[in-house]
């Protein structure tokens, strides 16, 4: 990598932590073992319930497979946001070890137009895995 990781701080339902901001990500993916470490409540889904297709593949961006067990809805609020803007984000959980959350253009697009609406990230999260 050249130059340093776009690294945001943010608030995922009552945890504060750090977020890569990645431009190059399509979906905003989370590990099962930092839902784990942090003792989210929030429900794991099918990802049956985003697709009709249940043989779903994804990969990185090297090209490496990308499993991921399911789907999880979090609260979201960046710290240079108005303290009452919240996005509802669906965050796809992997089992790879990643030390992070990783914040994606289903994300960030729906951010640089302004766009704070709870059910705007799971229709887009639909339309870019059918993509693949």
């Given at each position: 990598m050249i130059g340093r990781q776009s690294d945001v701080e943010?608030?995922?339902?009552?945890v504060k932590t750090t977020?890569?901001?990645?431009?190059?990500?399509?979906t905003s993916l989370?590990?099962?073992r930092?839902?784990?470490?942090?003792?989210?409540s929030e429900e794991v889904r099918e990802t049956e319930e985003l697709l009709e297709a249940?043989?779903?593949?994804l990969k990185a961006a090297n090209g490496t497979k990308l499993p991921f067990t399911g789907w999880i809805l979090l609260p979201l609020r960046m710290e240079d946001w108005n303290?009452?803007?919240?996005?509802n984000v669906p965050f796809l959980i992997t089992e790879d070890e990643i030390s992070k959350p990783i914040i994606g253009t289903n994300v960030i697009d729906d951010r640089r137009v302004g766009v704070i609406w709870h059910g705007l990230c799971t229709k887009r999260l639909k339309l870019i895995l059918r993509i693949f």
């Amino acid at each position: 990598m050249i130059g340093r990781q776009s690294d945001v701080e943010i608030t995922l339902g009552d945890v504060k932590t750090t977020a890569l901001y990645d431009t190059g990500a399509q979906t905003s993916l989370i590990s099962s073992r930092w839902i784990r470490e942090n003792k989210l409540s929030e429900e794991v889904r099918e990802t049956e319930e985003l697709l009709e297709a249940k043989d779903l593949e994804l990969k990185a961006a090297n090209g490496t497979k990308l499993p991921f067990t399911g789907w999880i809805l979090l609260p979201l609020r960046m710290e240079d946001w108005n303290k009452d803007a919240i996005m509802n984000v669906p965050f796809l959980i992997t089992e790879d070890e990643i030390s992070k959350p990783i914040i994606g253009t289903n994300v960030i697009d729906d951010r640089r137009v302004g766009v704070i609406w709870h059910g705007l990230c799971t229709k887009r999260l639909k339309l870019i895995l059918r993509i693949f």
